[in-house]
């Protein structure tokens, strides 16, 4: 079974780049037709789509954050990586990472880690 697991600073100061990384276990983030996904879910809010990586290399964005957003991949280290930058309060959020099948649907995803964008 896939498991994912994000990590990061938990607070990031306004205008900084925040970078979280998501290590996979149980599956490879090279396995074919295979997607890696980021996600986030402001407080009081639905989840957001924010974009993905596949098991290519190709990366993917969703037009609402794209100016702000880079995905990378380590494969040695079956991890991939968010970075985000000029951060402001409302980037406070719970990220996720998460696999799926296409870039916009996931099967598995991590627990999820608390980011506080704050001066």
């Known amino acids: 079974q896939v498991q994912l697991q994000e990590s990061g600073p938990g607070l990031v100061k306004p205008s900084q780049t925040l970078t979280l990384t998501c290590t996979v276990s149980?599956?490879?983030?090279?396995?074919?037709?295979?997607?890696w996904i980021w996600i986030r879910q402001p407080p009081g809010k639905g989840l957001e789509w924010m974009g993905a990586?596949?098991?290519?290399?190709?990366?993917y964005y969703f037009p609402s954050l794209k100016s702000r957003t880079s995905i990378s991949r380590d494969t040695s280290k079956n991890q991939f990586t968010l970075q985000l930058s000029s951060v402001t309060p409302e980037d406070t959020a719970v990220y996720y990472c998460?696999?799926?099948?296409?870039?916009?649907?996931?099967?598995?995803r991590g627990q999820g880690t608390q980011v506080t964008v704050s001066s």
């Open positions: 990586i596949a098991y290519s290399g190709n990366t």
């Open positions: 149980g599956g490879s983030i090279t396995s074919l037709h295979s997607f």
């Open positions: 998460a696999r799926g099948g296409r870039a916009d649907a996931y099967d598995y």
